[in-house]
């Protein structure tokens, strides 16, 4: 049997940050208590966001993180831009849903799986989506402009625009109620 590999830790830091850190910001952002925020010179916010109690924002050191304009982000929300996080405007994320961007890749039962390596894949939700409360968003999803997605929902691949979905994992249900052709 071979040695396994011993890695080393480190502290990411403690979140805190000031809004000169970021790279872009625009006015009318709105932090409630207890935000996270990591790399946030790699993350540019729009205008008049709100970003709810104890949610964290996990800016990557060589990924972007773009939130556009009228967005609301419920508490204890986490966004990961590993992978590079691309969220449009009106876009409402309820509270405790996950956008994550990276995973463990699979090498075979030899390694274990935390020491296997980690793929990444970029997450875009287009204009006007609505993310129901704990659902979460797997890496190298698009999420289709005007989509509604169920709470609890797990969304695996990507979606159609104008679509209503949801379950685990997520599928279509129907398209929204005079929902453009697309």
């Known amino acids: 049997m071979m040695p ?18 970021f790279k872009q910001i625009g006015s009318h952002v709105v932090f409630e208590a207890g935000v996270l925020v990591f790399h946030p010179e790699t993350i540019s916010l729009g205008e008049n966001l709100y970003i709810g109690h104890g949610a ?13 304009d009228n967005t609301w ?19 409402g994320i309820g509270p405790a849903v996950k956008i994550l961007t ?21 997450v875009i939700i287009e204009d006007d989506c609505d993310l129901g409360v704990g659902c979460i968003i797997l ?10 997605v169920g709470a609890g929902a797990v969304v695996s691949r990507s979606t159609p625009a104008y679509s209503v979905v949801a379950g685990v994992p997520a599928r279509v249900l129907r398209l929204r109620p005079g929902a453009p052709s697309v």
């Open 4 to 21: 396994r590999e011993v890695r080393q830790y480190y502290s990411h830091g403690d979140g805190v940050f000031d809004r000169s850190q």
């Open 139 to 148: 890496p190298g999803v698009t999420v289709g402009r005007g989509t509604q």
């Open 102 to 122: 990276s995973r463990h890749a699979e090498e075979g039962a030899e390694t274990p799986i935390l020491q296997s390596r980690i793929e990444t894949a970029p």
């Open 56 to 68: 964290m924002l996990k800016g990557y050191y060589n990924s972007r993180m773009e939130i556009g």
């Open 73 to 91: 982000i419920g508490q204890m929300a986490f966004l990961h831009s590993g992978g590079g996080l691309f969220i449009g405007r009106d876009v």
